[in-house]
């Protein structure tokens, strides 16, 4: 890898492609552990960019209907994709035992219809891809530094 | 008992058998045995409609989020994941949002309606007079769409 020229974001490409519906919304399409994280992160960011914590539940509904309806194909279910916009939201919803596939079709599909919604640029788009892959970095833990070994006693 | 008084206002079988199903020490354990009778499960599912309505109609659909963490937390059962979620979708489905709920197998629905309505009884639980008058009208929303 270049440190130069360093790669394009490739969720921005896939998020910006399934906005502008270019591309099938494959769910079931493999995806590492960080690369969901970045997705995940993405959907954070665009869910608070779009609402407000005490958004009402009608406008988040309206939103969600409208991505679900939008990518019909992905049979997203509609309840649990509200739960985890207001998981964003940092309220405490349930949000456990939903599938990995579905909650990775809820952050690509519904950050990309958010995306649309907020009229984003490809530019701004990109932008909050790359805020979104510096946060999924993992911080480094600080180094212990080794102990010397002990002097053997003669 | 607190609800003898109540049951001779109910018109039906249906209604006795939901009254005295709630009398038990786990009501929704008890309404749930009334599934092998048809009667009875539309009246339950009608009593859960007007229950719920009554008590979420106009209200930020958060707080029936809220409703059903309390009533899973009374239950002993898991407050965060699936059952929570179906809970949820069961109970706004009867309030306006219909779409919510129609992956959820009739069984599960059965049994989810079985906790609300029973938890209509949960200490200190509605006056027997407030009970007779929504079986009553359950009885009547029945009878309506026969």
């Known amino acids: 890898m270049s440190a130069v020229f360093p790669p394009e974001p490739r969720l921005g490409h896939l998020l910006q492609a399934v906005a502008r519906n270019d591309v099938p919304a494959r769910l079931a399409a493999p ?27 009608a406008e988040i509904g309206r939103s969600v209907a409208t991505a679900v309806n939008f990518h019909a194909a992905a049979a997203l279910p509609a309840l649990d994709a509200e739960m985890l916009v207001r998981e964003a939201l940092g309220e405490k919803v349930p949000v456990e035992e939903i599938d990995v596939a579905v909650r990775s079709g809820v952050h690509l599909l519904l950050s990309a219809s958010l995306a ?34 002990a002097e053997e006693l003669s | 008992m607190g609800q003898n008084g109540t049951l001779v206002k109910t018109a039906t079988a249906a209604g006795r058998n939901v009254l005295e199903a ?55 059962l898991p407050t965060d994941g699936a ?6 979708a069961v109970i706004r489905s009867a309030v306006g949002e219909p779409d919510l ?7 599960r629905r059965f049994e989810l ?15 027997p007079a ?3 008058d929504l079986v009553e009208q359950a009885e009547h929303r029945v009878e309506r769409s026969s």
């Open chain 1, 31 to 57: 995806a590492g552990d960080t690369e969901r994280r970045v997705w995940e992160i993405a959907f954070g960011l665009m869910v608070r960019r779009r609402f407000l914590t005490d958004s009402p539940l």
């Open chain 1, 116 to 149: 649309d919604e907020l009229a984003m640029t490809d530019g701004e788009l990109d932008d909050l891809i790359k805020q979104a892959e510096k946060l999924a970095v993992p911080i480094p833990m600080p180094a212990v530094p080794e102990e010397a070994p």
């Open chain 2, 130 to 132: 407030h009970l007779a």
């Open chain 2, 83 to 88: 059952l929570a979620r179906e809970a949820e």
């Open chain 2, 101 to 107: 709920a129609y992956r959820i197998p009739d069984l």
């Open chain 2, 22 to 76: 709630l009398e038990q020490e786990h009501p929704a354990r008890s309404l749930s045995r009334l599934s092998d009778s048809p009667g009875a499960v539309r009246l339950l599912r009608e009593l859960f409609t007007v229950a719920v309505r009554r008590s979420f109609v106009g209200r930020d659909p958060r707080d029936v989020t809220g409703y059903v963490r309390d009533l899973l937390e009374y239950q002993s």
């Open chain 2, 113 to 127: 309606i079985c906790y609300v309505v029973g938890d209509l009884v949960r200490p200190p639980g509605i006056p």
